[in-house]
């Protein structure tokens, strides 16, 4: 039975349209009844439908931060210039996930979805939603960027363009352990209760401990040396410590969240990997590719870091290592500094103005 | 009431003396009623007792690694030269410990312990055991750094060389927030009980989570990613995944220990700071150091970071920055690599031929 969770109304996060693929099979076995996308679209599709530009989300994230952070007038993803389609991945809260769908896939019996599935769900709905055959460009963040590398594979002749920023086409054994600590940390607490809980609110103490994992991984270490947090600001609270950080900060943005939603993408995120298009082989997988690629690791990322995404860069053709500053690591993604967002925005427009 | 636990047991961990100090007063309060220290000692204190080299203990650790890994005849820290005292750090199991002392002061009753306590005790315990008033070197790594940098500041006329290697002089707020949630992860299982188990297998869910952790943070991303634990060895078991390596080598590291042993030296460890002798002066206290310090941070160190270490060491007279390489990152303490120990020990040889 679906619970009612306010986080992810469009009230809270900003509006989108649910689009219905219908019965959708997934790559591990079983499917999802009716697949339900939430599409936030920015911008209008041109008459050669040629302008437009795919957001894929981000592990906790929706298509908020994209719009507020990212999209608007006079930046790179302008919405004056492109047609802008965020689409919340599977599982994410807004999308079909695990709390919000009723009968056989509910809850605990969500089945397991990979970044393929989430790659073919949108493929399908810009085609059969939009009419959109091809993508100048698909750029997203973390396992926005796993769901980026899994469309340049897997559709080349689609995708013009791509800008995987902060994340990898292949997920790394570091990264597998980490987001193990993270799920580990929700399903310990009893009131998480096999996934059967009756409110987020069961598994406060769970959520707080993903988000206490998250201030040591998902930040860094300059960024809590220099007390970068004093920066931050959020409406009605402060901080005057790290500590008070931690706790204002972090662990509220994580505790709205649903804790099967946040696990259903962590297994999702764990085994994100181009190279099963090619039979496990990865040089093969990313020598498919055919979009101009900007490669945009963060500086400070601690699980995404620039050496392993470097790596996939030069598997590659034809593609570029644009490596971000963000003393704020992987969350440097929420474009807490205008230089990274500059960096950012200076790329995707160069990108975005490259012939292809 | 006293626990039985075999793994802190001379016949697990090597021979070891305990050294009563009597009652012991606490910075923090309170007081341990009769402090013992265990204490294992390797070569021969010479008539003018100035070949002495102390080695405080890290988080978790004992004497044994030190014995197995770092001292022997021709190595840097040889007993036929050098009077070698590894003092196991208090709560670490084998010296006074929540689990191996009766009485007040027994289990969840056990009192904080601060790092400057430790380094009083050692003091204590090598003048009147011993008759050391001088220390040839004081070489630690982790928090056993943390120690050697407050023996280096607290001591300065009794240092003559200092060592620390993989650890700061001040903890860092990152450092703060990781050792939390190793302190979650045991003490958010319920069978941990507010302290007061009957045995550290009702905790084995949280000393799993624990270990679990620390195979994100002790290790690096290139040790994962270059598979470099099919280079470790031991005996009776073997592992064809990195997965079987956290679960066959990892976890089974960190079950046999005692849970509130390690929330003791987390605790300790989140608070070491030698600026506490000079009211928060960080430089100050650095600037008192007179010992020749040799500072030897880990390149893929993902918590305790060469740069962090770099500006402890650039506000420390006289001292030097000598980086060891270890792909293990932290657990390169541990000694997997040939590379690291040679450099290790030619560092050390080179620090014990400075005329001070």
């Not at 986080?7 to 997934?26: A, M």
């Not at 911008?43 to 908020?64: E, Y």
């Not at 949108?122 to 590398?149: D, N, Y």
Request: aromatic letters at 10%.
């Amino acid at each position: 039975m679906a619970l009612e969770n306010p986080f992810y109304s469009p009230e809270v996060q900003g509006p989108y349209d649910l689009h219905s693929l219908g019965r959708f099979e997934l790559e591990e076995g079983g499917a999802i009844p009716d697949l339900q996308l939430a599409v936030a679209t920015y911008g209008t599709l041109n008459d050669a439908k040629d302008n437009a530009i795919l957001v894929p989300t981000w592990f906790s994230g929706t298509h908020q931060t994209w719009e507020l952070t990212y999209i608007g007038p006079g930046r790179a993803l302008d919405p004056e210039k492109y047609f802008i389609v965020v689409v919340n991945q599977i599982g994410n809260g807004c999308s079909t996930s695990p709390h919000n769908t009723d009968g056989e896939i509910a809850m605990s019996a969500f089945p397991h979805v990979r970044i393929g599935d989430d790659v073919r769900a949108q493929e399908q709905l810009l085609r059969e939603v939009f009419g959109i055959e091809r993508l100048a460009l698909v750029v997203g963040g973390s396992m926005g960027a796993q769901q980026t590398w899994e469309w340049a594979v897997r559709f080349p002749d689609k995708v013009l363009r791509a800008a995987p920023i902060a994340g990898t086409a292949q997920n790394t054994p570091h990264d597998f352990l980490f987001t193990q600590t993270l799920m580990d940390a929700i399903t310990s607490d009893p009131g998480w209760n096999g996934g059967s809980y009756s409110s987020p609110a069961d598994v406060a103490d769970g959520l707080r401990r993903h988000a206490d994992i998250w201030a040591v991984m998902g930040l860094s270490t300059e960024f809590w040396r220099t007390e970068f947090w004093r920066n931050v600001e959020l409406p009605d609270v402060t901080w005057d410590t790290f500590v008070e950080f931690r706790d204002r900060f972090l662990r509220p943005t994580f505790a709205a969240m649903d804790p099967n939603a946040l696990l259903s993408m962590a297994w999702k995120w764990q085994r994100g990997d181009v190279a099963r298009n090619t039979g496990g082989d990865l040089a093969a997988a990313l020598g498919r590719i055919t979009a101009k690629t900007f490669v945009m690791p963060i500086d400070e990322d601690m699980f995404f870091p620039v050496r392993d995404c470097r790596r996939e860069q030069e598997l590659t053709p034809g593609s570029e290592l644009r490596v971000l500053p963000s003393i704020a690591g992987h969350f440097g993604l929420f474009g807490f500094e205008e230089t990274y967002l500059t960096q950012l925005d200076d790329n995707l427009r160069e990108l975005l103005e490259i012939e292809v």
